[in-house]
C-alpha cells in the first residue's frame, strides 16, 4: 500500500480450517485485518482527498469498511446488509483444457448478482505464458458487445423492490445454478416468463429478460402491473436497450406487456429500461 497506491485489496484464505470462513484475514488473537485496512483507507484519503477504494475480506461477516464474498453462489434474496461480491471461475481457477467457454453463463451470473444488490467477479484462466487461449478471447469480447448495448442497467445500479419474476421451483426463483460457471450454467434454460430487475444510476428501472424472445412474442411483466403496485408511478416509457425503434407496450392490472420488434438480432439476454 505505501508503494503501490493499490484500489482495493483482497484477504484469501481462513484461519480455523478449509471453507469455514471463522476468523479470516485477523489471524490468530490477532487485530491485524482492522490494522491493515485503516492504514490503508487513510493513506487513500491523505493521497486522494477521499476514500475511493475497498477491502474485501472472504466470508467476512459484516464488518465496518469492508465487502465480503459469496463464491460460487448467489444469495437467493436482495442482501443489503453488507456490500458484496459474487465470485466464480470459468472452469476453474486455473488452466486446464476442456473448459466450457460461454458467454450467456458469464452474463447470467453477473445479472443474478446484481439483481440481488451485489457485485460480480469472474475468473478467467490465464495459459502458463500469462496469454489467454481462443476460447476465452471470443467468450470476452461477446460479453464485452452485450454491455456496450446494456451497461447502463449495469454500472452503479442497484437491486430493485423484487430480484426477479418468473419460474418457481420449491417455492422458490429459479435462478442460475451455483458452483464453478461450465456446461451445467451454460446449458440451463429459462424462458420468457423469467426476468430480473435493476435500478439505474439515472433512477431508471431495468428489466433484464434472461433470454432473447422471439421477434415479435409479447412478453409480460406481471411485477409492473398496476395491480402489484410495485411501481411508484404509472408506465410513461419502455425501450429495449440496442433498439432505435419504437415499442408497442401496455401496462394493465395484470403486467406490463411489451411486443418485441418484428427482428431481434441479439444474443444471450436483452434489457428493457422502463421509466
Not at 508503494?3 to 490477532?30: L, S
Not at 450467456?104 to 467477479?121: F, L, P, Q, S, V
Not at 404509472?234 to 425503434?245: A, E, S
Not at 415499442?247 to 403486467?255: H, T, V, Y
Request: aromatic share 12%.
Amino acid at each position: 500500500m505505501q508503494h503501490y497506491d493499490p484500489d482495493f485489496i483482497y484477504t484469501d484464505g481462513t484461519v480455523q480450517g478449509p471453507f469455514t470462513g471463522e476468523g479470516t484475514g485477523t489471524g490468530y488473537k490477532a487485530n491485524a485485518m482492522q490494522t491493515v485496512i485503516a492504514d490503508f483507507y487513510n493513506r487513500t484519503l491523505a493521497r486522494r482527498g477521499k476514500v475511493n477504494t475497498f477491502s474485501i475480506v472472504k466470508f467476512r461477516n459484516k464488518t465496518n469498511g469492508t465487502v465480503t464474498t459469496e463464491e460460487f453462489g448467489i444469495p437467493p434474496d436482495i442482501k443489503t446488509d453488507q456490500p458484496w461480491i459474487a465470485e466464480a471461475p470459468v472452469g476453474d481457477w486455473f488452466y486446464a483444457p476442456g473448459f466450457t467457454y460461454d458467454s450467456g453463463m458469464m452474463i447470467k451470473y453477473i445479472t443474478e448478482a446484481i439483481a440481488r444488490d451485489g457485485n460480480a467477479a469472474i475468473c478467467i484462466s490465464l495459459l502458463p505464458d500469462g496469454s489467454l487461449d481462443e476460447g476465452s478471447e471470443k467468450m470476452l469480447k461477446e460479453v464485452g458487445v452485450w454491455m456496450r448495448k446494456n451497461g447502463e442497467a449495469v454500472y452503479g445500479s442497484r437491486a430493485w423492490v423484487i430480484p426477479g419474476e418468473g419460474e418457481q421451483i420449491d417455492g422458490k426463483l429459479k435462478m442460475l445454478p451455483g458452483g464453478a460457471l461450465g456446461r451445467r450454467q451454460a446449458e440451463f434454460k429459462f424462458n420468457e416468463q423469467d426476468f430480473r430487475f435493476t435500478v439505474g444510476k439515472n433512477g431508471s428501472l431495468y428489466v433484464f429478460s434472461m433470454v432473447v424472445p422471439k421477434a415479435g412474442a409479447m412478453l409480460t411483466v406481471k411485477s409492473l402491473g398496476t395491480d402489484a403496485e410495485r411501481f411508484d408511478h404509472p408506465v410513461k416509457n419502455v425501450r429495449l436497450l440496442g433498439y432505435n425503434g419504437q415499442l408497442k407496450w401496455k401496462q394493465s392490472p395484470e403486467g406490463l406487456m411489451i411486443t418485441c420488434p418484428e427482428t431481434m438480432p441479439f444474443a444471450t439476454s436483452v434489457v428493457f429500461k422502463v421509466d
